[in-house]
């Protein structure tokens, strides 16, 4: 299996574009988490899945930011309109089960910079 | 939060030697798992720990945990340069599947 795989790898806009930050999860596995890293405030859930459906969106710091999964094989995160402190590594993890705590899978970031 | 803290936050050791980082948290768990970050990569899963599990190994690897205490410590032996790297525990709450990451140890193993 690949792993889960991200896309960008990397990716700099200016300030008020809209982002996109895509994610295929490992076949098979039922729920995907993104996450947000930073130096100041370490890695940070923003939302979660399990089985496609969003199960806690709490995380996710404000309205400009969206999370979809139309299927098992992909999810999106999109931020519309960015601003520099949007700035981080994004992650993106699934786990084989969905509803209890097991291993995670993580893909290899997508690192934005918004100008 | 829910979100556990490790210590040291850095630690510097000479290759051979033992590492040992250790993470506090806040409220009951069902498990807690270690995960390990290179430099400009994604998080990579070292070990879980039940909540009934005192202690775990895997290679050099050994975790401990303590719910009694909240508390769960990593002991890397005869460390390798390659061990470089950052190291988070993890925890959950009695309830959903979601994990929330400490702030991290950085371990620089000096060869």
């Known amino acids: 299996d690949a792993g889960v795989i991200q896309s960008p790898r990397h990716e700099v806009t200016e300030m008020g574009q809209e982002v996109t930050l895509r994610c295929k999860p490992i076949?098979?596995?039922?729920?995907l988490f993104w996450y947000r890293q930073t130096m100041m405030r370490g890695l940070e859930l923003l939302i979660y899945?399990?089985?496609?459906?969003?199960?806690?969106d709490s995380g996710m710091p404000e309205d400009r930011f969206s999370a979809k999964m139309p299927n098992a094989s992909f999810s999106t995160l999109k931020i519309q309109p960015s601003e520099p402190r949007d700035s981080a590594v994004y992650f993106c993890?699934?786990?084989?089960?969905?509803?209890?705590?097991?291993?995670?899978?993580f893909g290899p970031g997508t690192r934005l910079t918004v100008l | 939060s829910q979100q556990g803290e490790e210590d040291p936050q850095a630690l510097s050791i000479q290759e051979g030697e033992n590492a040992t980082m250790n993470c506090s948290y806040k409220?009951?768990?069902?498990?807690l798992q270690w995960y390990r970050q290179n430099s400009g990569r994604g998080l990579v899963h070292l070990i879980l720990?039940?909540?009934?599990?005192r202690e775990k190994h895997s290679g050099r690897l050994r975790v401990t945990l303590d719910t009694s205490k909240k508390s769960s410590s990593l002991l890397i032996t005869a460390s390798r340069a390659a061990d470089t790297a950052s190291y988070f525990c993890?925890?959950?709450?009695?309830?959903?599947?979601?994990?929330?990451f400490g702030t991290g140890t950085s371990l620089t193993v000096i060869p």
């Open positions: 993890a699934s786990s084989p089960l969905a509803g209890v705590t097991d291993t995670q899978y």
């Open positions: 899945f399990n089985n496609n459906v969003p199960i806690d």
């Open positions: 720990i039940r909540s009934n599990e």
């Open positions: 409220t009951s768990i069902n498990n």
């Open positions: 993890a925890t959950d709450e009695n309830t959903g599947n979601q994990f929330y």
């Open positions: 076949s098979g596995h039922n729920s």
